[in-house]
Structures are given as C-alpha cells and as structure tokens.
C-alpha cells in the first residue's frame, strides 16, 4: 500500500487579533445588519489554569504548499458569517 503525506494548515490572514478585537467586530458587523442592535459586552473574570495569552496563527505553511494568500479582510469575513448566521435565523 502507498502511503501518503499529509499537513495541516491553517486558513488565517496572520494578524494578531484579541478577543476583545473579535466582539468589536462583531458589534460592528450586527450593527450594520440588523435593526436595534443589543451591544455584546465581554464579561472579564480571573485568569484560569490553561488559559492562552496571546495567540496568532502563521500562513507559512499554506503560502509556501498552495501558494494561498488571504484576499478577505478580517472585517469583511465576520461580515459575510454574521449574514450568513442571520439568514439562516
């Protein structure tokens, strides 16, 4: 039997983007399409064991394999998920 190599990559646009980041988007993204907007407010409670400071993926990988670049901006990806979301809602 042959065997084949595979890799895991990962689809990202290789910024750092806090989770904090991500509520303003997609405050911003409900905003814009929907009417009377309740506001997502984070809740901040204690550091917990296994928590992950910072984390930001890399498209080296994909670059170099498939030559993908990302052509979709962080805001407009949360844009076309949060419509999608509403759709289907």
């Given at each position: 039997?042959?065997?084949?190599?595979?890799?895991?990559?990962?689809?990202?646009n290789?910024?750092?983007?806090?989770?904090?980041?991500?509520?303003?988007?997609?405050?911003?993204?409900?905003?814009?399409?929907?009417?009377?907007?309740?506001?997502?407010?984070?809740?901040?409670?204690?550091?917990?064991?296994?928590?992950?400071?910072?984390?930001?993926?890399?498209?080296?990988?994909?670059?170099?394999?498939?030559?993908w670049k990302?052509?979709?901006?962080?805001q407009?990806?949360?844009?076309e998920?949060?419509?999608?979301?509403?759709?289907?809602?």
């Open positions: 039997m042959e065997s084949i190599k595979v890799s895991c990559v990962q689809r990202c290789g910024t750092k983007i806090s989770l904090l980041d991500l509520v303003d988007s997609l405050n911003d993204a409900l905003k814009r399409l929907t009417k009377n907007h309740a506001r997502l407010i984070p809740t901040h409670g204690p550091e917990r064991e296994g928590d992950i400071r910072h984390s930001m993926a890399s498209i080296k990988r994909i670059s170099s394999t498939l030559g990302p052509v979709v901006s962080f407009d990806g949360i844009d998920i949060v419509r999608e979301r509403l759709m289907m809602a």
